[in-house]
């Protein structure tokens, strides 16, 4: 039987179709998967995703932990709230999951995990963290929301606990807040601002209906999988696992080789990955006519095949099919892809593809 979260008979008494995901009963869409992903780009939107973990580090030792756990440094979280996006690694070099982590004091900073590595995640870390006694507290009893869209925070300054209101609209992108168990990030998963609101899981359907009072319309998965797809940002299990490396998945980015020192797991490996060169490419993708680019078609350059989708679908914002792609290095601009048993034509280009209400690349 799959998990519910606490919102769901809320979703259902508001219309939502419900289908598995990853182990959980979620809503996909209201009614239109279209509308409410126009209504995160145009005004505001909010999400479910009480399915993810938030996860509570507290010890002495959490920040050298945290620096050996990650493949980004929290050596540079140097004031509290501020957060960091990384993935955590296996000692070859694989993605166990990426996430979210936030420095609230010296010893605690709380991370956000994706619902479907949780198990694993926690085990992982609390093998690791024996070491540096340093306590992993899975947080079961909090719900999360997040509120995306141009005009998402302030119709949700109103709603928050007054001594919490004045701080969260002051944030920062990627910061945070918190007033007792209420916890706000300037974060999320689309490409717009926004924020992810973490709260007592009892409180969770009230704060959910008080937003859509003010005018925060319900979103399912298939507006949050178009939006995060133009947004460039990668969904743990289609564009990364415990197979690729960040440095195969378009996240070279977060891997932090420097300080020298910084003896994180996963570092040898991928210094060796990356010493061998030829490493494939993640790139994005455009296709130039009618079709739908989906996961898993194959890509060619000329007659050599080159690589595989990773993501990809329909881009209500720029009326045409984008996806993700890991090709091999020497794989030219212009290639085709096979839907089907035809061969159409595809363009490479640099993501994003779509962010905050405007188009990032050439039509």
């Known amino acids: 039987m799959n998990k519910e ?42 999400f479910d995703v009480c399915h993810m973990t938030v996860v509570d580090l507290r010890g002495e ?60 995640d926690v085990t992982w870390m609390r093998q690791q963290a024996a070491a540096h006694e340093v306590a992993v507290e899975p947080r079961f009893d909090l719900g999360m929301v997040a509120i ?18 004045e701080a969260a609209m002051a944030l920062k992108p990627f910061s945070a807040a918190h007033a007792g168990d209420w916890f706000v990030g300037r974060t999320g998963y689309t490409g717009e601002d926004g924020f992810e609101v973490i709260l007592p899981e009892r409180e969770t359907p009230v704060f959910w209906r008080a937003l ?15 939006l995060r797809l133009e947004a460039g940002m990668n969904l743990y299990g289609t564009d990364m696992d415990e197979v690729q490396t960040p440095l195969t998945s378009g996240l070279a980015w977060t891997v932090a080789f420097e300080p020298a020192a910084r003896d994180f797991i996963g570092r040898s490996a991928l210094e060796k990955q990356q010493a061998a060169g030829s490493l494939s490419v993640f790139t ?26 990773t993501s990809g679908g329909f881009s209500p914002s720029l009326e045409r099919s984008i996806a993700m792609a890991r090709v091999a290095a020497d794989s030219g601009d212009e290639l085709t892809v096979d839907i089907r048993g035809r061969q159409l034509p595809v363009r490479r280009v640099k993501m994003p593809f779509f962010r905050n209400g405007k188009a990032c690349i050439d039509l």
């Open 61 to 120: 030792r959490v920040r050298p932990f945290l620096a050996h756990l990650l493949a980004n440094d929290v050596g540079k979280l140097k004031t509290p709230g501020k957060a960091l996006y990384s993935c955590m690694l296996q000692q070859d070099g694989g993605v166990i999951d990426d996430l979210i982590v936030y420095f609230v004091a010296d010893d605690w900073f709380r991370m956000v995990v994706n619902a479907a590595t949780t198990d694993k």
């Open 5 to 46: 979260t606490v919102l769901n008979q809320t979703h259902r008494e508001m219309g939502a179709r419900m289908v598995p995901f990853g182990g959980w009963d979620m809503p996909v869409h209201y009614g239109s998967q279209i509308e409410e992903h126009h209504a995160v780009r145009r005004d505001a939107g909010m």
């Open 148 to 165: 995306q869209g141009p005009h998402a925070r302030p119709k949700v300054e109103a709603l928050l606990p007054p001594d919490l209101r």
């Open 212 to 226: 859509a009072a003010a005018g925060v319309r319900p979103c399912g998965l298939g507006a949050r999988d178009t």
């Open 284 to 309: 994005g993708l455009v296709l130039s006519g009618k079709g739908v680019l989906r996961g898993h078609q194959r890509l060619f350059d000329g007659d050599r095949d080159v690589g595989e989708i």
